[in-house]
């Protein structure tokens, strides 16, 4: 071979292996973006290079890129649009929390079709907030009692009329507000999923800034503690939700409490579906689950302490699985530090009643 033949053939190498690095870091930039599903800017990619580079359009390496590409985005897309109609089905079947975490996972396969998953999950939203809402009545219900020194007096009390959610925040419901917010899931979901079987369980562990996040996200807001006596006591003074006696009928019982577990043994000490005992018709005054499984956070601030110091506590209302009978009463009043976690403290909403 003559010098100028070699000096090309050199050449013809050089450029050669330019091409091979072009694509290989071509390559590499499209798979970074496919693994994100960010599938729109994978195609600008793919079309700034051929712009740039019009003399390797043609090469077959860019075509399989480029077809693959396109593949993978109309798969996606169609998964997109199915998961996007199962939670259209689940908003209107009144699956509210479903159809938010089914369009949650649909943007994850298509993260650019935004907009529309924020439409869907703002219509699925404002289906929870108004979701198995009590109204209560503006008028002169008695609170706290004269038998214990933190419930004392007893008072008769008239609150503007409000409404409140018939059962605690479930697990579900929960869900739903973690993956359409990016918060942070309770810590004993085990890689941010509910444990099994208890979506229709109370949500637990969760501090009293979680729940007032929680309901803030749906327009709500957290009942004060008078509020919540009065939706579970009613006009008529009742001692508990349900009525004047916690009644044990052999293995019936009116709430989830300490007494049930006695005898319930063969099972673990637990929540309950929120529906459970209101399903048996033990439910509150204006009709709502209200008295044991968890206890539930309340905006009303108590005085408290903290490693000696003065500091300011909420009141917990409703007792809980873990406690005994006497203290799923209406008037029990229990002080807690906001800022602590329970395996028996969860919450409900409530909101201002509007004509």
């Known amino acids: 071979m003559t010098g100028a033949g070699l000096i090309l053939a050199l050449v013809g190498l050089s450029f050669q292996s330019q091409d091979a690095d072009e694509m ?55 998964l997109f649009k199915k998961q996007v109609a199962e939670a259209e089905k689940d908003l209107r079947d009144g699956q509210f929390a479903k159809a938010i975490i089914g369009a949650a996972g649909a943007l994850r396969i298509y993260p650019e079709h935004q907009a529309l998953v924020t439409e869907v999950q703002g219509r699925a939203r404002g289906g929870l907030a108004g979701k198995d809402l009590i109204r209560i009545p503006s008028k002169p219900c008695s609170v706290g009692s004269n038998d214990h020194s933190d419930e004392q007096p007893l008072r008769e009390v008239k609150v503007g009329e409000f409404l409140v959610d018939k ?48 309901a803030k996200w749906l327009g709500k807001r957290l009942p004060t503690a008078e509020e919540w006596e009065v939706a579970a006591r009613g006009s008529d003074r009742r001692e508990f939700p349900w009525g004047n006696a916690f009644l044990e009928h052999e293995d019936r019982f009116q709430a989830n409490c300490l007494e049930y577990w006695q005898v319930h043994k063969n099972l673990a000490p637990g929540t309950t579906p929120v529906q459970f005992f209101s399903g048996q018709g033990f439910v509150s005054a204006s009709g709502a689950a209200m008295g044991g499984n968890v206890w539930e956070w309340t905006s009303t601030t108590i005085p408290g302490k903290v490693s000696g110091q003065a500091a300011e506590f909420r009141i917990l209302k409703g007792g809980s699985f873990m406690v005994a009978s006497r203290s799923l009463r209406c008037a029990t009043v229990l002080p807690e530090n906001p800022e602590l976690v329970h395996p028996d403290t969860g919450f409900r909403c409530a909101k201002d009643a509007s004509r």
């Open 24 to 78: 290989a870091n071509l390559r590499k930039s499209v798979e970074a973006l496919t693994s994100e599903n960010d599938w729109f800017r994978a195609h600008g990619v793919l079309q700034d290079f051929a712009l740039a580079h019009p003399s390797l359009r043609e090469d077959a390496r860019y075509k399989m890129l480029l077809q693959q590409t396109q593949d993978l985005a109309h798969e996606a897309e169609g």
């Open 167 to 214: 059962y605690p925040v479930t697990n579900e419901d929960y869900r739903a507000f973690v993956v359409s917010t990016g918060g942070s899931a309770p810590a004993h979901w085990s890689n941010g999923k509910i444990p099994k079987g208890k979506e229709d369980h109370p949500v637990v562990f969760v501090s009293y800034e979680d729940a007032a996040a929680f």
